[in-house]
């Protein structure tokens, strides 16, 4: 039997907030939220044996929220990284890498993702790919190639819409949500090369909250365990980035091997 | 000095009778010929352009998300101008009294308000437990009152409503303040010689006649506000600009929601401006009369922009 | 509310108005310097006086527009501004002040009609909100007062629409709508056309005629000399010389009344 | 009629020696106390809470990301409020113009640009190139002349730039025709009558008239643009607020470096405060000599507030 | 560019403002009605008249302010808003109408002074910026002028620190400022105490007496009198009466000249 908080076991519920990040979480047609994040945050709360309530809240106070108590889960595939780690604690539950997205005339051109120093990238920032540009940026210089130039757009449609008209030769991209993008635009845009530098991703929790960690952290397992979880990975298409144990990240040093 | 008789009438009249030929302004046409042209060009290429997917945005101008966005603009801008204007109109007579217990807490709530972008106040009264963990009320002797857990009060739409009334209160301060100091003095005291009430004074006499000052740019303000609403998204509340993107996140049709968002904008504008134009007849009605010296700058733009004014023949 | 301090003050109660040693200044310039007055009930006192002299601030303190800095200024025998209470004199709120004032017309040169408001409007304003009367009774009152100062067919007009003269005459009708005690003038028609100066001027007489109390200052030395009961000099914030107008302005006594009355004769 | 002759000045004088009891405003001063407590409150719960992580703020004040936006958000303004003003001031006089030919035009300008989102805008030209791929010069006779790729010409600074500029015009065009309007005719008749020039008439005595009833509303639209301009994010030219939000979008410290940028913005809007404080008494100068009848308003002010007045015993 | 039409005309050369049949309509109100006068160089016309007659209308036809609707007017044997060529009238460009217009000096009732200019900037505004003057020579000219209308020492003062007259006498002085052939006044007395009349009336004497030639709107009888070479009555938009101003007002012909000046007098 998993351990209940305190704020789940009294309402019956489980409290999660999400922000629009297709394919993890969106909004249809008929304005309902759907995908990935969504549909494994159903699976848990039934796991839970309690009724899933979804708040939507942009990026900007995501944080600011949890510091306030005013959400307890940020239910999210957020890069785990050593700066953030400084600010809140994670349940990682998935391994994301970064994978270069550009017009289908440059497929072979940047096959390899060295071809990309010297020119002009786009990323959406705080995503993993903003990292992951920097991280490539010093492979340029490891090479003894030019930097390329970071343009960072505040949401993925700016990304995609640089590299359409021609303002950016490519955008880096979660290798996760890349592949559904990639499909959306309607053959615009492809990806090229292979998946590169991987970490995990997952959850955003207050520093600290311990009991919501290791709720999330045994809900997912017991998806894993009883086979949920790898159905809709599959469904998405991204059985690839899964992983076999929840981890629950609060210290940086948990990073480092 | 002698003045010299005048010639008969008839005489004079008959020697005058010239055609008069008007001054030609070729560039003008000119330039309005290219200005026809090149809206026409536009027009042809908006019109035809397929990456504008004009059937795409006719099949979302009615979408439900649309609509209920475009609800919830509307009606958050008529609450936060609402209460904008009355705190504005408080901070402004402060702002105006020679008391400075007064005056200076006033520019200081213009300095902050104004000062400061909206998304950051509307992220902080978002998370006001963030400061303050409850809102209690401790009374002397009676203990407290209640206390009641601050998110609880909170509530997004909450938080935006007070977020940015506040802030557009700073802007409304600035706008009546100038309003007020534009009504002749002559007036406020006429009233008080009759023995109006400061309070009656102030509503019967100053506002009418300031309304003329301050409803030009409280349309700017209003129809800026109808725009800044969009950052109530931030915390979670959709409104019409929101839910387009929200749209177009998942089915990149970018450009047509645009499209459907500028619609509906343009219509709301619209309607604003001509309710604007009927509140500034209303507040000058009294000049609709008789007014032997019409518009003096009516008058200014007819010389300047040197149209001919003939009614006759010389 | 009102209390009278005739006795008091050893004043006839027949004084509407009664200044004795009324000092005012704006920061280091005095402007009234000790002025002197007493204004009998029904009766029409003039004042005359070069630009400056401070006829308009005396007028402005008359209704407590301004503060007087010491002296006794008493209008029907009371304070306007303050109550007379254990030999202090202590200040009255905005709302009571106005109450008082209520009771003291003024008629400005501007005219300072309400321009958003038609002429029937500014007259009932102030009777319905500050009075308090029913808006048929106030309705009845001003239309008769129109016709009193011949404008009974412009009550729809709006103040822009009318001549200055016929303005002058609608801004009388106002401050009488409140069914004052006394009418301050200032300076009634100087700024209007020599033609329209003789409407105006007759309205005042007939309300001359009829008992009102009235303080005008006004450079209409025919009027001075036909209708008030007495003349006041003021130069340099002080009452040069006062008495009878056709006296006075006969015979002057001092040497700068006679260099005025020169001028504007 | 008999005047009464009065008694002995020093007797009169005398007999009204009375103290002068001011009045007592008891509320105002509890109202003062309150909201200086309820500040004091505030400022200690503010400094005092580890939310808001101050030693952050601190290290990201001088951060060179966060002052190159704010040279962006400075920069641009400045130059889209200089573009704004000469298309605004462009726009009003036609719409002044009694010609239909010119007001027309003028007043669909300010409807399309006051009516549409400036993001829409922002969008629509810099992707000019989805409507014109090419930017063309073809003269009759001499055929093409020159032809320039659209996405060459339109950086996104350039894009950000018209497209500001040309929103922001549409605001301040309502704003001057506001101003113009507020001339006194007589001073153009003046004017004309001494020969001037209508663009003589215009540069010397009407703007400079026109300027006591535009500076202030102009105030509150420079300031809007200065946030209005973190809009241009969407292109990748990086503003301070975006910086600030590019920033805490990697490391999570959004509240600390919401301060930051609320910090700067306030030293801007501060300093543009005290700009346009000057403006305004530069714009009024001839107001600052002898007055007769001082500030009307500020005796409204006086009245309203209750302020006493009293400067001596009566 | 000027040319003259005095011998086409049948005008004597010394005429500086030539009206025949003068007709001007508001939309449907016709306002002008058929004016005639003639003022020769260096001669002062006193126009008079009731309020809505028309004369100010006149005086804004003469500097072209408003565009006649028939009719011939002359100033100084040419016509201020056109050209006639080919016995056609072209109409003019704003800049050459304001060229000529700046030879036509105007007073108006209300001043209309600068606000943001101090009295000197006032005066050398125009004649800098319009004749092209230097500085120097211009503030020489303006403070001369100045001394003339005895203001020198308020040159740097700006015009709502001086009282109405002084500020009458300043836009007098900016008039002259351009060297005008002929100065038009509108009233320019009405709006001043009566104290402050002296002072600008006994300006405008002098400039008479210097040979300036002027057409002066006024209700002061006795400048007229004293001052004017012809007297106009105007009535209901046309010249009810005209001739030397001694004998109209001794024995004015029409009933409405001897009606009017019966209220005015
Ligand atoms: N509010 C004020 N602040 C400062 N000085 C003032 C104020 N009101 C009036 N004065 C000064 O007081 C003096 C007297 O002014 P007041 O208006 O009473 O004169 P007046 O006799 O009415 O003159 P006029 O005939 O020009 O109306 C003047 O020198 C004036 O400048
Ligand atoms: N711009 C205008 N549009 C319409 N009617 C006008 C205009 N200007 C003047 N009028 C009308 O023309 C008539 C003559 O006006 P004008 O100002 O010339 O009279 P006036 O003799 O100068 O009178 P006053 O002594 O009052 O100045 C009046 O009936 C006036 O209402
Ligand atoms: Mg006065
Ligand atoms: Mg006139």
Redesign the pocket.
């Known amino acids: 039997e998993i351990a209940l908080p305190s704020y789940v076991k009294d309402s019956g519920k489980l409290p999660i907030a999400t922000t629009i990040y297709a394919p993890f979480s969106y909004i249809d047609e008929s304005g309902k939220q759907v995908g990935l994040s969504v549909e494994l945050a159903q699976a848990a709360a039934k796991v839970l044996g309690v009724e899933l309530t979804i708040d939507q809240v942009p990026f900007t106070s995501l944080i600011p929220s949890l510091s306030a108590d005013r959400i307890k889960i940020a239910w999210l595939n957020a890069s785990v990284t050593e700066e953030r780690l400084k600010q809140a604690d994670f349940v990682a539950w998935m391994e994301d890498g970064t994978i270069v997205s550009t017009l289908p005339e440059n497929k072979d051109k940047y096959a390899k993702r060295t071809a990309l120093c010297g020119g002009t990238v786009a990323v959406q920032s705080g995503t993993a790919a903003d990292f992951s540009a920097d991280q490539l940026n010093k492979e340029c210089k490891t090479a003894g190639l030019q930097e390329f130039k970071k343009d960072i757009y505040p949401s993925q449609q700016d990304t995609v819409q640089a590299v359409i008209t021609g303002r950016a030769d490519a955008y880096l991209d979660d290798s996760t949500s890349a592949g559904y993008y990639s499909q959306v635009s309607k053959g615009k845009l492809v990806l090229t090369g292979e998946v590169f530098h991987k970490k995990p991703i997952g959850h955003i929790i207050k520093k600290g909250d311990a009991e919501t960690a290791s709720m999330l952290a045994d809900a997912i397992q017991k998806l894993i365990d009883d086979g949920t979880y790898k159905t809709i990975l599959d469904n998405y298409g991204m059985s690839s980035s899964a992983i076999a144990k929840p981890i629950v990240y609060t210290n940086v040093s948990q990073l480092k091997d | 000095m002698n003045v010299l008789p005048l010639k008969d009438d008839s005489v004079a009249a008959k020697r005058a009778q010239f055609t008069v030929v008007p001054l030609r302004h070729p560039w003008r046409w000119a330039a309005a010929a290219i200005v026809a042209i090149l809206l026409l060009l536009l027009l042809q290429a908006v019109v035809s352009n397929p990456n504008l997917q004009w059937p795409v945005v006719a099949s979302y101008i009615l979408n439900p998300i649309i609509l209920r966005g475009l609800w919830v603009t509307v009606g958050l801008t008529l609450v936060i101008m609402f209460f904008a204007s009355v705190i504005g109109m408080i901070v402004a007579l402060m702002m105006l009294s020679p008391s400075k217990m007064l005056s200076l807490p006033a520019a200081g709530f213009i300095w902050w308000f104004r000062g400061t972008p909206a998304l950051v106040q509307l992220i902080l009264w978002y998370n006001l437990s963030l400061i303050f963990k409850d809102i209690t009320l401790w009374l002397p002797g009676l203990g407290t009152v209640f206390s009641v857990p601050t998110n609880t009060v909170m509530t997004p739409l909450v938080a935006a409503v007070v977020a940015l009334s506040l802030h557009e209160a700073g802007y409304m301060a600035e706008i009546i303040r100038n309003g007020l100091k534009s009504v002749n003095r002559g007036q406020t005291e006429a009233a008080l010689c009759l023995g109006m009430k400061p309070s009656l004074l102030l509503r019967r006499i100053v506002i009418p006649q300031a309304m003329r000052v301050i409803i030009p740019p409280t349309g700017n303000e209003t129809i800026n506000l109808l725009k800044t609403t969009s950052l109530v998204s931030i915390i979670a509340v959709g409104d019409l600009l929101y839910s387009a993107q929200a749209i177009y996140a998942r089915t990149f049709e970018t450009i047509p929601l645009l499209l459907v968002a500028t619609f509906w904008y343009l219509v709301v504008v619209s309607i604003m401006t001509v309710g604007q134009g009927y509140l500034e007849r209303h507040y000058s009605r009294d000049e609709a009369g008789h007014d032997p010296a019409p518009g003096g700058f009516s008058r200014l733009g007819s010389i300047l922009m040197m149209r001919e004014k003939w009614r006759g023949a010389q | 509310m009102k209390t009278n301090h005739f006795e008091r003050f050893a004043i006839s109660p027949s004084v509407m108005i009664h200044a004795s040693d009324v000092r005012k200044s704006y920061g280091s310039l005095e402007v009234l310097k000790g002025v002197n007055i007493s204004v009998p009930n029904g009766s029409v006192a003039c004042i005359i006086g070069p630009s400056g002299s401070g006829?308009?601030t005396f007028l402005r303190c008359i209704n407590h527009l301004e503060e007087i800095n010491s002296g006794l200024l008493l209008v029907d025998g009371d304070f306007v501004g303050y109550r007379l209470k254990d030999d202090k004199l202590h200040e009255l709120r905005a709302s009571q002040i106005c109450a008082r004032r209520a009771e003291i017309g003024m008629v400005f040169q501007h005219f300072n009609l309400f321009p958003h408001m038609t002429v029937l409007e500014n007259l009932i304003e102030a009777p319905i909100k500050v009075r308090g009367e029913h808006r048929a009774e106030a309705r009845l009152h001003a239309l008769e007062l129109l016709r009193r100062v011949g404008l009974a067919e412009k009550a729809t007009a709006f103040p822009r629409q009318l001549s200055g003269g016929q303005q002058q005459r609608v801004a009388i009708a106002r401050a009488l709508a409140m069914r004052p005690k006394v009418l301050l003038f200032?300076?009634p028609t100087s700024a209007l056309d020599p033609e329209l100066v003789g409407e105006v001027l007759s309205v005042m007489k007939d309300l001359a005629r009829d008992g009102m109390t009235m303080v005008v200052?006004t450079h209409e030395i025919g009027f001075a000399r036909e209708v008030a009961d007495q003349l006041i000099f003021m130069d340099g914030g002080t009452v040069m010389e006062q008495g009878d107008p056709r006296e006075m302005i006969a015979n002057p006594q001092s040497p700068r009344t006679r260099e005025f009355l020169a001028k504007v004769l």
């Open positions: 006829k308009s200032d300076e200052v």
